[in-house]
């Protein structure tokens, strides 16, 4: 049974570019969550996707994040002109919705510095 | 507002020791409630959950929860302490229903010394 993956693990970029991180969920899994965390805090909801619907944005997700999971598979998130404060660990995890609840396993996370 | 409150941003213990990692939260509506472990440079590993069945909740390693309603809290034991234990632990909650996201705490560093 493998578990969620991302990729890349790390990227460093300059400030103003773009860039994209992919997460593959456990198969079978219908929900897919992005979370950012930043040092020294926990994780903080970015958005999620019940299948390839993507249902609820935070407020931290403004105009210059993206989000898709096409086929209800992998998803991507992009970050456009990207400024220092995008500097954080975002983590994905994904989860199988049985009931009124549900358990999120985590991603190994992808490491963003911008310079 | 829904929040958990993780007191004590780093715990040191000896090993062999217990180790108490405390969480309380606040809502108006019952919550689901977790403790996750990360490891330095990993993601976030589920230790337990109490999801209102049994309100003490056994997880891996050794540790296990109870979920005091009437202290709105859930804290974290392990009657001893394994140098592997030297980790961040977070608690979170969720509220079920359509989200079901996971709100965390800011995290307890445990720290375990020989």
Known sequence: DTGVSQNPRHKITKRGQNVTFRCDPISEHNRLYWYRQTLGQGPEFLTYFQNEAQLEKSRLLSDRFSAERPKGSFSTLEIQRTEQGDSAMYLCASSLVSGFTDTQYFGPGTRLTVL | ?114
Not at chain 2, 21 to 28: A, I, K, P, Q, T
Request: glycine share 8%; with cysteine.
């Open chain 2, 1 to 114: 507002a829904q929040s958990v409150t993780q007191l004590g941003s780093h715990v040191s213990v000896s090993e062999g020791a217990l180790v108490l990692l405390r969480c309380n939260y606040s809502s108006s509506v019952p919550p689901y409630l977790f403790w996750y472990v990360q490891y330095p440079n990993q993601g976030l590993q589920l230790l337990l959950k109490y999801t209102s069945a049994a309100t003490l909740v056994k997880g891996i390693n050794g540790f296990e929860a109870e979920f005091k309603k009437s202290e709105t809290s859930f804290h974290l034991t392990k009657p001893s302490a394994h140098m592997s234990d030297a980790a961040e632990y977070f608690c979170a909650v969720s509220f079920g229903g359509a989200t079901n996201k996971l709100i965390f705490g800011t995290g307890t560093l445990l720290a375990v010394q020989p």
